[in-house]
Antibody, heavy 120, light 107 residues
Framework: QVQLVESGGGVLQPGRSLRLSCAAS????????MHWVRQAPGKGLEWVAV????????YYGDSVRGRFTISRDNSKNTLYLQMNSLRTEDVAVYYC?????????????WGQGTLVTVSS | DIQLTQSPSFLSASVGDRVTITCRAS??????LAWYQQYPGKAPKLLIY???TLQSGVPSRFSGSASGTEFTLTISSLQPEDFATYYC?????????FGQGTKVEIK
């Protein structure tokens, strides 16, 4: 079925690195822009990054620019988020989401999320 | 960056009530606004996009409207399953920011 499944979350110390994955299935992954959105415990949603369907364009939120890198492997139907120099303020559930533009822009498909905890 | 200000942040209502949530953008975003519903511990779910288009499968008691930079989500008759947190999102430019959320609780 049509779904996104995140993985790779965990507990780690400040300054360390982590790579999140988002496996897509049930649709033509290579046709869609993909996004990462995060949510700190008890807080609202924060847009993190986007990658175009063909990897030619990438944009980042101010709080992660220079530390996080979004990428994708269309042959594996997988989206990635490389997170370097992690900080305590990066603690959040990280969601991947599909960006749909035909007929109007929206995030129409979301994964279940993966939790990243940064603590010394 | 475009800021979205949602109001109220918290809303207490009863089943059957008409509920309105407002989202104001700090600058023009055309109709590039979406609304999402989120339950605790769950991923957000798309309700409305392009300010007023109902996502497939979403009940018709949900509606959206726009006037300039002010956007509104209306639930015509609140149902038990509607008690959740609602977020607006602008998709006009990056970063594609979200409002701070409106939590709808049972009165």
């Amino acid at each position: 079925q049509v779904q996104l499944v995140e993985s790779g979350g965990g507990v780690l110390q400040p300054g360390r690195s982590l790579r999140l994955s988002c496996a897509a299935s049930g649709f033509t992954f290579s046709s869609y822009a993909m996004h990462w959105v995060r949510q700190a415990p008890g807080k609202g949603l924060e847009w993190v990054a986007v990658i175009s369907h063909d990897e030619t364009n990438k944009y980042y939120g101010d709080s992660v620019r220079g530390r996080f890198t979004i990428s994708r492997d269309n042959s594996k139907n997988t989206l990635y988020l490389q997170m370097n120099s992690l900080r305590t303020e990066d603690v959040a559930v990280y969601y991947c989401a599909r960006g749909f533009t035909y007929g109007g822009r929206r995030f129409d498909l979301w994964g279940q999320g993966t939790l990243v905890t940064v603590s010394s | 960056d475009i800021q979205l200000t949602q109001s109220p942040s918290f809303l207490s209502a009863s089943v059957g009530d008409r509920v309105t949530i407002t989202c104001r953008a700090s600058q023009g975003i055309s109709s590039y606004l979406a609304w999402y519903q989120q339950y605790p511990g769950k991923a957000p779910k798309l309700l409305i996009y392009t300010a007023s288009t109902l996502q497939s499968g979403v009940p018709s008691r949900f509606s959206g409207s726009a006037s300039g930079t002010e956007f509104t989500l209306t639930i015509s008759s609140l149902q038990p399953e509607d008690f959740a947190t609602y977020y607006c999102q602008q998709l006009s430019s990056y970063p594609q920011t979200f409002g701070q959320g409106t939590k709808v609780e049972i009165k």
